[in-house]
């Protein structure tokens, strides 16, 4: 080439022209194959959905961690198709909880600066919480008004390969913390199952019977005279002779 000091392009970032033709990602599209300026790929990533290639539609648009914009029926087929096939793939959303819901339409502006959005060239992100939920709000509005002004969490729209590179961090430090919690909420649970099986196995069944007594009050026959035979104190008075064969049942001896 000359002048580049032998350096050869190794990035993708580096090579012009590179990753920008119709269809690219997807290998779908009437144009596949045609080179683009970067401003034509970003209008059409803002206008058009990243799966079908469809121009998007006010109140069926979502959006995934990459900041990359879908029709929201197409990304849940997807979904369905790939989970239904049982493949393997690279797609950063796993379920319908990595699509986040976008306040689209076709005069897309920062809600605070009016900013128009749908060329894709001005740097924004979507507020994912709090009350602007959905809305997109630009780099530049965040950096001047502080970004407790949206009163939520944002993600940056069509992220660069950096950009992309750190969401995957985040993505994978998420789930390694999910999967710690989970973990140790399994174990909690196991413990207390443990517990209560010995309290269990300890405690006295229920309805068991009572314990018969050594003698049935019930059928014995007390009285003065009875107890009078066995006394030994000499205050008792002797009983006669008829109260003696009463308390005796009239056995005879």
Known sequence: MGGDGGVIAVKRSYMRGCGTA????????????????DAEVKAEAMGRCALSQEELKEGDVRVDPYGRLYSAKAAVEELIRLREAGEASDWVVKGSKDLKELAWS??????LTNTPLLSGVVPCSVILSGPNKGKCVTASALKEMGSEIVEGE???LLQNE???EATDVRLREERERKERK???KEAKEGKGDEGGERKKKKAKPAGAPAARPLVASATTTTSSAAS???????SVAKQDANDLFACSGGRRF
Do not use: N, Q
């Open 22 to 37: 119709v269809g690219a990602a997807t290998g779908k599209g009437s144009g596949a194959g045609k080179l683009r300026s």
């Open 106 to 111: 076709k005069d897309l502006c920062c809600y």
């Open 154 to 156: 944002t993600m940056k």
């Open 162 to 164: 950096e950009e992309r």
């Open 182 to 184: 989970k973990r140790k």
């Open 228 to 234: 009078s035979i066995f006394h030994s104190s000499a």
